[in-house]
T-cell receptor
Framework: QQPVQSPQAVILREGEDAVINCSSSKALYSVHWYRQKHGEAPVFLMILLKGGEQKGHEKISASFNEKKQQSSLYLTASQLSYSGTYFCGQGSGGSNYKLTFGKGTLLTVNP | ETGVTQSPTHLIKTRGQQVTLRCSSQSGHNTVSWYQQALGQGPQFIFQYYREEENGRGNFPPRFSGLQFPNYSSELNVNALELDDSALYLC??????????????FGAGSRLTVL
């Protein structure tokens, strides 16, 4: 089952904050966040691992609640460049590592 | 460091034909995964190749097959194309063998249209 993302879409003005949520019906080994702009490759933003380890970029933060099987991505003081579709992917763990992605959240930042 | 490159970027085929998509992985990576992304959807895992062997497969029929070469580049082959195969095909490379979870580096994809 794929994770469920909310909201499906959000429109911001430059400088505003946003939170994107990702919920799973199965135990999470890891959560990955990617951003994809139209016609471009998905770009890695953040990994959150079971046990609390995080790897990612400085200007983006995220949380991972293992008990609730949820993750949230926090975008603060949004910039025009933040526009795009954000995907969360749940990691399967193990040697044949794969990601199951949600349907995405379309973020639009206007001037 | 070079990123992931895919070719061709766009192609049009007719139902029943066969297609081969190619991917060069990022320098230093040894694993390649292929994803299918339908319009308005998230990427869906097709399969992964590591050490030139298939190392995990998603819910795709056997007419989807692949190869990985000694230089870690990869091909995705789809036989007997169907209309529903129209999608963006993304290749992602990663390094298997380090500590922690793998970070995927995606290519920009190959847009396949089946008429």
């Amino acid at each position: 089952q794929q994770p469920v993302q909310s909201p499906q879409a959000v429109i911001l003005r430059e400088g505003e904050d946003a939170v994107i949520n990702c919920s799973s019906s199965k135990a999470l080994y890891s959560v990955h966040w990617y951003r994809q702009k139209h016609g471009e490759a998905p770009v890695f933003l953040m990994i959150l691992l079971k046990g609390g380890e995080q790897k990612g970029h400085e200007k983006i933060s995220a949380s991972f609640n293992e008990k609730k099987q949820q993750s949230s991505l926090y975008l603060t003081a949004s910039q025009l460049s933040y526009s795009g579709t954000y995907f969360c992917g749940q990691g399967s763990g193990g040697s044949n590592y794969k990601l199951t992605f949600g349907k995405g959240t379309l973020l639009t930042v206007n001037p | 460091e070079t990123g992931v490159t895919q070719s061709p970027t766009h192609l049009i085929k007719t139902r029943g034909q066969q297609v081969t998509l190619r991917c060069s992985s990022q320098s230093g990576h040894n694993t390649v995964s292929w994803y299918q992304q339908a319009l308005g959807q998230g990427p869906q895992f097709i399969f992964q190749y590591y050490r030139e062997e298939e190392n995990g497969r998603g819910n795709f029929p056997p007419r989807f097959s692949g190869l990985q070469f000694p230089n870690y580049s990869s091909e995705l082959n789809v036989n007997a194309l169907e209309l529903d195969d129209s999608a963006l095909y993304l290749c992602a490379s990663s390094f298997t063998g380090g500590a922690g979870a793998n970070v995927l580096t995606f290519g920009a994809g190959s847009r396949l249209t089946v008429l």
